[in-house]
């Protein structure tokens, strides 16, 4: 599959459409693959070139207020995190954490798609080291500002549907500072370098290197200036990315993979001493961009299963009632499915749960396997959850996404005989500059929005919000709650897929 280097050339993605699904040799499973996963992964992967933010000439303009703007940083690269022309930090940050632990979980399972994914976890990580690297500020002076949250005004952006080479809105610069903290932006950060310095630990040590000693800076930046972004930028960052879940699952999320990535006693005993009031027992069994508490409690367990660390054994339980409360039949099972067995949380973006859980039951299963253990669900004992039925489980929701369902549609674009046609995207949804050279306004664009036709570039490996709660899905561009792609929906899915495609010898 050619890899593109630009994030706007959607046009060429359309020779990227998904062939014929196979059945692949079973690995440890009966029966043949519903899926072609691997071609699903490749896709999942692709989706990432299709979000770049890029340095062409056309973004000389650009170039100008985001390299030479009032703080004089260079902020061009990174991603945009959905169907917009916004750079938000906050899912960025997340999307890169969970792309990098996909890699690190299941990249020695990818083969020839393990390269691209690095390719994708570097062009981000690589923008959050610009975006932490404010000259003769947070590295040297304490009272300085620290990291950018996002560029570009997001409300004014909204306000146009155009394509990202005709952007005229304010590239308006935000950031967090000691006046006005960000723990959890700055946690999410600390944790998205830290789980990319476990990708390139061996492929480029001294970019791993690079990326950690900044994750240390920033997460003491995170812990010692606490506050939840949102509230010092309520005005900008809400109602699109507000920190819900304040600020406390990044600190212990960011701790976890800094102990991870460092094996410091340093880390181990702040989780140690911070855990429970950061959160680490709290019963909430949502993980995404906003609430990261199961995350932090599936990775801390890897310590007590994998590695054998007796002092965070508790956090085993935790993990434990975390699966336990996601898989169906259980006693303590609070988890709500479609008719047609699709995970259901939130009407907005609901994917993005369907892939991160599927990604930490599969993962959740690889150290059980390893140890040997199980999941106990219920008093006394009596109801088990083996590693095997966390996978069949997931299996069930990723399936689902790729067209096992009541629709019979995949709800990743290019993958499948039928996918979603008029997706909540930009620059998918207008033509490109080869097919109209000329310029598309501001609000010329929403003749497109709200237009029935098919969008004309096809952002191959797109997942979108997916269906309704009855299992429905209209297929509508001015849909953002089901018809918007993003960044943190597929992350988390590339580990589940490739973990699929190996597992029935499509890898």
């Not at 303009?61 to 703007?69: D, P």
């Not at 700055?186 to 998205?192: D, K, M, N, P, V």
């Not at 709800?411 to 500059?433: D, E, F, K």
């Not at 490996?461 to 849909?479: H, I, L, S, T, Y």
Request: hydrophobic letters at 40%; one cysteine or more.
């Amino acid at each position: 599959m050619a890899r593109l280097r630009c994030a706007f050339v959607l046009a060429l993605l359309l020779t990227q459409l998904a062939g014929d699904a196979f059945a692949g040799r079973g690995h440890g499973h009966h029966g043949p693959a519903a899926h072609d996963y691997r071609d699903a992964l490749a896709k999942s992967i692709l989706f990432f070139e299709g979000q770049r933010h890029c340095t062409f000439a056309f973004a000389l303009w650009r170039w100008l207020t985001e390299c030479v703007g009032p703080w004089q940083v260079d902020l061009v690269g990174g991603y945009h995190d959905a169907g917009d022309n916004v750079k938000f930090g906050f899912p960025m940050a997340f999307s890169m954490t969970m792309l990098a632990w996909s890699v690190v979980e299941f990249g020695g399972l990818m083969k020839g798609e393990l390269q691209h994914a690095r390719e994708a976890v570097r062009w981000g990580a690589d923008y959050l080291l610009k975006a932490t690297a404010h000259p003769d500020t947070i590295y040297v002076q304490a009272s300085s500002c620290f990291a950018f949250l996002f560029v570009g005004d997001a409300t004014k952006d909204h306000a146009c549907w155009e394509r990202p080479e005709d952007m005229d809105t304010p590239r308006t610069v935000y950031k967090v500072d000691p006046g006005t903290p960000g723990s959890d932006v700055a946690a999410e950060t600390a944790a998205a370098l830290a789980a990319a310095s476990l990708v390139f630990r061996k492929s480029d040590p001294a970019y791993a290197s690079r990326l950690l000693a900044r994750a240390k800076r920033v997460f003491d930046f995170a812990d010692r200036h606490r506050g939840a972004y949102s509230k010092g930028l309520a005005a900008d960052v809400c109602p699109y990315y507000c920190s819900y879940s304040g600020y406390q699952d990044e600190l212990l999320w960011g701790a976890a993979w800094l102990h991870r990535a460092t094996k410091s006693p340093t880390y181990l005993s702040y989780i140690q001493a911070n855990g429970q009031v950061l959160g680490a027992d709290e019963s909430d069994n949502t993980f995404g961009w906003d609430n990261k508490h199961a995350g932090a409690r599936i990775l801390i367990a890897k310590s007590s299963l994998v590695q054998r660390v007796g002092s965070l054994h508790e956090y085993k339980s935790h993990a434990d009632a975390f699966v336990c409360s996601m898989v169906p039949g259980t006693p303590t099972d609070s988890t709500q499915f479609t008719p047609g067995g699709l995970l259901f949380k939130l009407s907005d973006s609901n994917m993005q749960y369907v892939t991160s859980s599927a990604f930490l039951l599969l993962t959740y299963a690889k150290y059980l396997a390893f140890s040997k253990q199980t999941v106990s669900c219920g008093g006394g004992g009596g109801h088990v959850v083996t590693a095997q039925r966390l996978r069949a489980v997931a299996r069930r929701q990723v399936d689902y996404l790729l067209g096992s369902n009541p629709m019979g549609m995949s709800y990743m674009v290019g993958y499948g005989a039928r996918y979603p046609r008029r997706i909540h995207h930009r620059a998918s949804s207008l033509p490109s500059v080869a097919a109209h050279p000329g310029r598309i306004g501001c609000s010329q664009g929403f003749t497109a929005l709200y237009a029935g036709g098919a969008n004309p570039n096809v952002l191959v490996g797109a997942v979108v919000g997916g269906p309704d709660v009855q299992d429905k899905f209209p297929d509508q561009r001015n849909d953002h709650e089901h018809s918007e792609p993003a960044t943190y929906i597929n992350a988390p899915l590339v580990g589940a897929l490739a973990y699929l495609a190996h597992s029935y010898g499509q890898l």
